[in-house]
Nanobody, 123 residues
Framework: VQLQASGGGLVQVGGSLRLNCAAS????????FGWFRQAPGKEREFVGR????????YYADALKGRFIISRDNAKSTVYLQMNSLKPEDTAVYYC?????????????????WGQGTQVTVSS
C-alpha cells in the first residue's frame, strides 16, 4: 500500500488542522493505521492509532482530548484532527499502516509509511 500524507501547514496557537492519509494499492479496510510525529532534534514519537474495524482508537497520553483519528474506508483516507494546537506540536507528521486487525504503538509495528507532512504552530 502507498500512503500519502497531506494537510499540514502553518497554524497559530490554539488553532486546528486536519491531516489526511490517502492510501492506494490495497483495500483500506484491511489495514490498521497509526500517526507518528518527529520534531526537530527529537526521535519520532507515537501520536495515535485506529484499528482495522475503525471502532477503537488509542492516543499518546499527552494528546488525549486534543487529537482525534478517524477513517473513511470508502474514500481510502485516514484522518488526524488536531485541535488546540500548541508550539510543541510542531513536527513532521507521518501516517503508517499494517495489514492487520490490530497494531501497536512502536515504529516497528508498522510496515508501510507515508512521506510526512510538516505542521508548524506559531505563537
Amino acid at each position: 500500500v502507498q500512503l500519502q500524507a497531506s494537510g499540514g501547514g502553518l497554524v497559530q496557537v490554539g488553532g486546528s488542522l486536519r491531516l489526511n492519509c490517502a492510501a492506494s494499492g490495497y483495500t483500506l479496510s484491511d489495514f490498521s493505521f497509526g500517526w507518528f510525529r518527529q520534531a526537530p532534534g527529537k526521535e519520532r514519537e507515537f501520536v495515535g492509532r485506529i484499528i482495522r474495524s475503525g471502532d477503537r482508537t488509542y492516543y499518546a497520553d499527552a494528546l488525549k482530548g486534543r487529537f482525534i483519528i478517524s477513517r473513511d474506508n470508502a474514500k481510502s483516507t485516514v484522518y488526524l484532527q488536531m485541535n488546540s494546537l500548541k508550539p510543541e506540536d510542531t513536527a513532521v507528521y507521518y501516517c503508517a499502516a499494517r495489514r492487520a486487525g490490530w497494531v501497536g504503538t512502536r515504529d516497528d509495528d508498522y510496515y508501510y509509511w507515508g512521506q510526512g507532512t510538516q505542521v508548524t504552530v506559531s505563537s
